[in-house]
Every structure is written in C-alpha cells, then in structure tokens.
C-alpha cells in the first residue's frame, strides 16, 4: 500500500478495528477509544507526507495512538476517570458454529469472556504487551517501537503478563459449572 495520502486509497484504513482495540485497552471506554482513534487518524494525515515510503505503516499508526493516549493522560492527571468494563456484544456467530453442540458454544463464549475480563485486570503496561502481541500480532521490535523501550523490556513484560494472566486464569477456568465432564 502505498503511504501517500490519496482520496482513492485511505491512509491505514485496514488497521481501524486494531486501533479501536488497542484504543479500548488503554481507555477502558467505547465513546474515548472511538475519540482516540478519530484523533489517531487526523495526526496521521497530518503527517503523513513526512512519513517515509519504506516506514510500517501499522507500527507507526499504533505509535501515534499511544502518543495521543498518553498526551491525553496527562492533560487530565486530576479529573477522576469513569471506566467501562463490559465486553464486546454482538458479535456474529462463524458459520460453522451450528456444527458445535449448544454447551461446547456456551463454555467458549464464557472462556472468552473471562480471558477479556482477566486480560482487563491486568496492569495497563501488561494489558497493552499482550494487545499488541497477541491481538495485533506486532513483532518485538514493533511493539518496542510504539512503546519506546527495548525489545528486552517488551519480551519481559510479554512474560509477566502472560504469567499473570495464566495465573488469574487458572482460577476462573475451573470453575465446575464450565468443565467438560465434572473435572
């Protein structure tokens, strides 16, 4: 894809759903991520002429977000913050999944509500890493780069936070009404 601003061809457009997740992991809340993602786009258009034509694009767009993110924390460092904790509603079932029996779907969902809330608790450092990695599916060097930090600080907080979340999910994971058999 070409990095030029063009009115044929959008600047990063194919990476919005990953901002408004990562957005959402930093904010908390749906009507902010939105607003930070919105800000996101018009500093990236500001810039992009300066932006050179070998650059990743995905890395410097999740860059520019953080980067607004952070600007934004500390313009509001005393007003209290309101935080929104629910999940992802809606979203539409694959097509295969009439093939699953009715329980297998209903413990997935669950799991996967539990591993978003868990992932949630998490430290915001921990919570971005994991994002960034496993969501987005960022390289360390990628990661380091929208972070501002080493490579070998990126992979030591991917560990903690990947022992952290296997520790908070040891507990809720089982839980007896959720095993597959009365384990």
Not at 37 to 52: D, F, K
Not at 117 to 144: D, F, H, N, T, V
Request: proline letters at 3%; charged letters at 25%; hydrophobic letters at 40%.
């Amino acid at each position: 894809m070409s990095l030029k601003n063009s009115d044929t061809d959008p600047l990063g457009i194919e990476h919005m759903d990953g901002l408004y997740g990562y957005a959402l992991v930093l904010t908390r809340n749906h009507a902010e991520a939105e607003d930070l993602v919105q800000e996101t786009y018009v500093r990236a258009m500001q810039a992009v002429s300066r932006l050179r034509a070998d650059s990743n694009l995905k890395g410097w767009l999740f860059t520019i977000l953080r980067n607004v993110w952070l600007n934004q924390l500390r313009k509001r460092r005393t007003a209290p913050q309101m935080i929104e904790i629910d999940g992802e509603e809606g979203f539409a079932d694959g097509v295969g999944t009439s093939l699953k029996d009715a329980h297998e779907i209903y413990v997935s969902e669950v799991e996967k509500k539990q591993i978003r809330a868990a992932i949630q608790k998490l430290p915001i450092q921990l919570c971005e890493i994991i994002l960034l990695r496993e969501y987005e599916e960022l390289s360390y060097q990628e990661i380091a780069n929208v972070l501002g930090c080493p490579v070998g600080t990126v992979m030591s907080r991917l560990g903690r936070a990947r022992c952290k979340l296997r520790d908070m999910l040891a507990e809720t994971l089982k839980m007896p009404n959720l095993s597959r058999g009365g384990e």
